[in-house]
């Protein structure tokens, strides 16, 4: 099992910036692909982005050039570093991770952006 507590989030406004951080503990080994996905209300959980250990990096079209994933393998920690936000980036914000896919959530953090 894989416990993922996520940090960060909250209010900002358009054209802003927010970090996100997630830490992950219990069997990190399956902790190869870490990653963001967003729900929104009304719709279904997206794809943000995700890393594995070994650095491959995969946005979301939505958000390329405007976030920037990272993650820190001694700390089993994972970062979303948010840029120019926009309206549309309101949503909770779940950190996932596992070995291909993703097996474990975290609680979710709120993302709110204002105009």
């Known amino acids: 099992q894989v416990q993922l507590v996520e940090s960060g989030g909250g209010l900002v406004q358009a054209g802003g910036s927010l970090g996100l951080s997630c830490a992950a503990s219990?069997?990190?080994?399956?902790?190869?692909?870490m990653g963001w996905y967003r729900q929104a209300p009304g719709n279904q959980r997206e794809f943000v982005a995700t890393?594995?250990?070994?650095?491959?990096?995969t946005y979301a079209d939505s958000v390329k050039g405007r976030f920037t994933i990272s993650r820190d393998n001694v700390k089993n920690t994972v970062y979303l570093q948010m840029d120019s936000l926009k309206l549309e980036d309101t949503a909770v914000y779940y950190c996932?991770?596992?070995?291909?896919?993703?097996?474990?959530w975290g609680q979710g953090t709120q993302v709110t952006v204002s105009s």
């Open positions: 996932g991770a596992g070995w291909s896919r993703i097996a474990y």
């Open positions: 219990g069997s990190v080994i399956s902790t190869n692909t």
């Open positions: 890393i594995t250990r070994s650095g491959v990096i």
